[in-house]
Nanobody, 128 residues
């Protein structure tokens, strides 16, 4: 069974940090571009960051540039999202997703509508 499982969410104070993990089972992530997305209450799901299959290309939403870092360890079949300087507006359910489209694999361009596999999400709450 093909699965993506997110972990690492939780409650953190503004200015704090969290590291999210996205682990794959049933398939290897080597051939996929991976994206992190988030959905806040009452809002549409939005892209946060995307990484190419090799990790050589990454992209970030303007709202998280300079604060979030995406990385991957293909040997561990896992992708990470390091989040620093967290703000209350970062509060959301965070999802990872995998896509085998050319633009995702090689150019780290992740489109919500095109992703092949999705995890169930992990909740991040930034509050004092």
């Amino acid at each position: 069974q093909l699965q993506l499982v997110e972990s690492g969410g939780g409650l953190v104070q503004p200015g704090g940090s969290l590291r999210l993990s996205c682990a794959a089972s049933g398939f290897t992530l080597d051939y996929y571009g991976i994206g992190w997305f988030r959905q806040a209450p009452g809002k549409e799901r939005e892209g946060v960051s995307c990484i190419s299959h090799s990790g050589g290309k990454t992209n970030y939403a303007d709202s998280v540039k300079g604060r979030f870092t995406i990385s991957r360890d293909n040997a561990k079949n896992t992708v990470y999202l390091e989040m620093t300087s967290l703000k209350p507006e970062d509060t959301a359910i965070y999802y990872c997703a995998a896509d085998s489209e050319y633009l995702t694999i090689y150019q780290a361009i992740c489109a919500t509508a095109n992703m092949d596999y999705w995890g169930k999400g992990t909740l991040v709450t930034v509050s004092s």
